[in-house]
């Protein structure tokens, strides 16, 4: 076993900076080899146990409710998105860091950092400092819908709004993307090296631009959405880790709910006993991952002004699950991943249509109190 301990410490992504990532790069180890050395290996064992690895991912993204008067609307749309302030509390980012580390828990805080070209790094500089001294893992959301937005041009000629990353091409893409890292960086976010997509509107192009950047991880295929036709494995429905154009690509985990269409695992999309089946299920099938999707205004109702109370349910609920399964079931961020890359994607999981139907009610009554 001493040589596969060697190559494990070897091959961690996490470079510390800029000139790592390009010495890594230079190193001539390929992704694709080192994935190579990990898949021999089973999953992690703890105990004779398998373990699961849980990414708790938050999106974390300011919107102003449309393009007018943005400037004037930011002030209030800030504190409503990231700190979340209603009559019965606060529930935005910091109460989701604050009860993700009651329970112990660790998380990936994907912030989009676009939307400070138009307003300022101090408000990022504030979010990225939320999440750093909470200890939580901090990684690249791009919103492309702020490029045309920005005070200073980020692409020439980009006088319109494209919502999604795909409509770039792969050099606009690396552009937009080494912009993304440094305003994350010089806003104190440290090292980044994963990536997912705003809307996961990304292509196969993204992977290249990825790569290009010294990022060596995405997350941003969702087979519920633009997967499939991503370009990524085409034919295929990836639902665990696979190397891709140099690119680990870790996907959302979705399932087959019965009713002939494909969720993804979101808190707001599927309810705890949703998720709790299929955390087990992925578990005793031996899956090697688990994604898990939120935003960082996700426990607040559609104006933003009361908790949904359903969804901060969900979320207790999931965290008390994860905090007493933790023997099985591993919340992690990207850093120092231990890759574990299936031979052959399975198919996706399965939850029963009785708890799809338990589900559409909590929906209705959450839909009713909106
Ligand atoms: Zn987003």
Not at 260 to 272: A, D, E, M, V, Y
């Amino acid at each position: 076993m001493k040589p596969l301990q060697d190559s494990r410490e070897s091959i961690f992504w996490a470079g510390r900076s800029g000139t790592q990532r390009k010495k890594r790069r230079r190193s001539g180890l390929s992704v694709l080899n080192r994935i190579l050395t990990w898949s021999a290996f089973p999953q992690l064992q703890l105990n004779g146990k398998s373990m699961l690895d849980v990414f708790f991912t938050v999106d974390v993204e300011i919107w102003c409710d449309g393009w007018h008067s943005i400037d004037q609307k930011f002030p209030a749309c800030f504190q409503k998105y990231i700190y979340g302030p209603t009559a019965k509390g606060s529930f935005g980012l910091p109460y989701q860091l604050d009860v993700l580390n009651q329970h112990g828990l660790s998380g990936v805080f994907f912030i989009e950092p676009l939307f400070s070209t138009r307003f300022g790094e101090q408000p990022l500089a504030e979010i990225v400092s939320l999440v750093r001294e909470a200890g939580q893992e901090i990684q690249l959301h791009l919103h492309t819908e702020w490029v045309d937005e920005s005070r200073q041009p980020l692409l020439p000629n980009m006088h319109e709004k494209r919502q999604y990353l795909r409509y770039f091409s792969r050099d606009e893409q690396a552009t937009l993307i080494s912009e993304g890292i440094g305003l994350l960086e010089r806003a104190g976010a440290g090292n980044i090296i994963a990536f997912r997509a705003g809307s996961f509107g990304f292509n196969r192009d993204t992977l290249g631009a990825l790569d290009a950047c010294g990022i060596a991880i995405d997350s941003s295929y969702n087979a519920s959405m633009f997967g499939p036709d991503s370009g990524v494995m085409s034919g295929v429905t990836v639902v665990e880790p696979v190397e891709c154009d140099s690119v680990l690509e870790y996907p959302m985990t979705v399932f087959n709910d019965g009713t002939g269409k494909l969720r993804h695992t979101q808190l707001t999309s599927c309810s705890f006993r949703e998720m709790e089946g299929l955390l087990w299920q992925a578990l005793e099938s031996g899956r090697s991952s688990f994604v898990i999707l939120s935003h960082g205004f996700e426990l607040l109702n559609e104006a933003k002004e009361r908790p949904d109370d359903v969804v901060v349910r969900r979320f207790q609920q999931l965290c008390s699950f994860l905090d007493k399964n933790r023997d099985v079931f591993c919340t992690r961020g990207f850093q120092d991943l231990k890759p574990h890359i299936p031979k052959h994607q399975p198919m996706p999981l399965v939850s029963p249509i009785w708890k799809t139907g338990a589900r559409m009610v909590e929906q209705a009554y959450r839909r009713k109190y909106r």
